[in-house]
């Protein structure tokens, strides 16, 4: 049951229905049962029980170091470590099996194997496996160094595990933060509620608007990139580009929306993240929880490690004091990148395209700014002039498309020859002979999807000036419900969905 299906819209109006008619204690119930019976209509209803464990392994982990071994330094580490094997075990075999057997058998093939070393198995994921598990994670580390209180009632673990509008494609959560009031009473408040599916709404507008369109001309492409070289593969890996911000923020908004009108604030997962001017500033904008996640929970410790430390040591001595700590920490990020890729999924294409192509785009940024910045001095250019600001914002957004591109290929070895007809062949006269519109995006679709993406630009400007619900919320009423209207009448009026029809599943709802 997809979230832009009609069904769904009918199971979340009665549940906004119910959660303030019944009485406030027992909100959080029905949230409960609610968010159980949508896994169970979200296809195999027996992968409930991968969640199902997770939250019992890291309830039983939180309530052994918090009461039966709260004195026992050395018991509660072991316990923090086992609850940790148990969760990042089940993601494992889920997800990274077949990763580990492809992988072997490619090297095996590079020594002149013809047979298949090991065969493939075949799991059926559950919904939303790696963000619950890194929810429930993080959990359990802040309660063992008494970050987080410990849960004790086991069903409301359970709740904010398996909380159902964040189980489709996040956002990570932090229990400290956000935990406690999926629990507490919420009244109803109609600012609250109206803004809430006002933001739903745009989260429709930037999916069934935008990203169903962009797919169509992006399948097409990288369905048959032989027969698409040179400046074909460059729009189609623009779009995607697009397509992929639209399609996972669209999701966020709706994920967002729809909680803060049950008066459940999540944190945000976007920030407008094609304004910015490098790759680490565009990681600071683009799935914001899970480079938060990674920061505390992965590159933290792996700086703290014994190993660490005495690299550092031995790199300052080698290197000097400066040069030798930087080398160090890029050694800790490459660990940090990897293991971004590999959440991704248990593909090469994305250890690639989302994580260790980032490292070096990082790596090398860190490397090449004494030298830009040098030479901009000696020829009088302004760092932080309006065309030098321009060129980066330009400069990432290419870079992000070349990760992009890995990302969406259907493996590494496409990747590659996707990149080599991009630049062995010279075709911009595509751009005004009208084959664009034989891709599957008609010149009336395209023209929607060019007005659609100006909309999202000029609201994207109005978002680096704070929250746009505010801004119109000071609009004269008449006007600013006509924006509103204006909104979703464009969806129902453009959206891509009806009978016939299949909306594609959000993208991160893979992962």
């Known amino acids: 049951m997809g979230i832009t299906s009609f069904y769904f819209l ?127 994670l993080g959990y359990v580390v802040d309660v063992y160094y008494g970050l987080a209180k410990p849960q004790k009632n086991y069903l409301k673990l359970m709740l904010y595990g398996m909380y159902f509008p964040v189980i489709i494609s996040g956002p990570i959560l932090k229990y400290r933060e956000h935990g ?108 914001i929880t899970l480079g938060v996640w990674m920061k505390e929970y992965v590159f933290y410790p792996v700086m703290r490690t014994k190993f660490y430390t005495n690299l550092n040591q031995s790199w300052r001595e080698k290197f000097g004091k400066k040069k030798g700590k930087q080398y160090a920490t890029f050694a800790a990020m490459f660990i940090l990148w990897l293991t971004v890729g590999i959440w991704h999924g248990g593909d090469w294409k994305f250890v690639i395209g989302s994580g260790l192509l980032h490292w070096f785009y990082i790596v090398m940024e860190e490397l090449l700014t004494p030298p830009c910045a040098r030479f901009m001095e000696k020829f009088h250019i302004n760092p932080k002039g309006r065309a030098v600001g321009i060129v980066r914002i330009v400069r990432t957004f290419f870079l992000v498309c070349i990760g992009d591109l890995f990302f969406r290929a259907a493996s590494v070895g496409d990747a590659f020859a996707m990149l080599r007809k991009a630049v062995s062949v010279w075709n911009p006269s595509v751009l005004i002979n009208g084959s664009l519109f034989e891709l599957g995006l008609e010149r009336i679709e395209a023209v929607i999807a060019a007005a659609a993406l100006l909309l999202l630009y000029l609201v994207s400007l109005l978002q680096q000036k704070g929250s746009v619900r505010e801004q119109v919320a000071r609009i004269p009423l008449p006007i600013r419900w006509m924006i509103w209207y204006a909104l979703l009448f464009g969806v129902i009026l453009f959206g891509c969905y009806g009978p016939g029809y299949s909306a594609s599943e959000f993208i991160y709802q893979g992962f």
């Open 10 to 136: 009918c199971f979340f109006a009665f549940i906004l229905i119910v959660y303030y008619v019944i009485p406030k204690k027992l909100q959080w119930g029905l949230l409960l049962m609610c968010s159980v019976a949508y896994y169970l209509l979200s296809g195999n209803g027996m992968l409930i029980l991968y969640p199902v464990v997770s939250v019992t392994a890291c309830y039983a982990g939180i309530r052994m170091m918090s009461v039966t071994f709260a004195e026992n330094v050395k018991k509660r580490k072991g316990i923090l470590i086992l609850t940790i094997i148990v969760n990042v075990g089940i993601l494992v075999v889920l997800k990274y099996v077949n990763f580990g057997i492809y992988t072997i058998d490619g090297i095996a093939k590079m020594f002149g194997s013809s047979e298949e070393l090991i065969k493939s198995v075949d799991f059926l994921i559950p919904l939303g496996v790696s963000f619950y598990t890194f929810s429930l």
């Open 180 to 287: 406690e009031q999926f629990f507490e009473p919420h009244a109803f408040d109609y600012v609250r509620v109206t803004r809430g599916l006002q933001r739903m709404v745009w989260g429709f507008f930037k999916k069934l608007v935008i990203a169903e369109r962009l797919g169509m001309l992006v399948d097409t492409v990288y369905g048959g990139y032989m027969d698409y070289p040179g400046a074909y593969i460059w729009i189609a890996t623009v779009c995607y580009a697009f397509q992929l911000y639209t399609d996972f923020s669209g999701c966020m908004d709706i994920v967002l929306g729809m909680s803060e009108s049950l008066g459940i604030i999540l944190p945000e997962n976007f920030q407008t993240p094609f304004f910015a001017g490098s790759i680490a500033e565009y990681w600071r904008r683009w799935h």
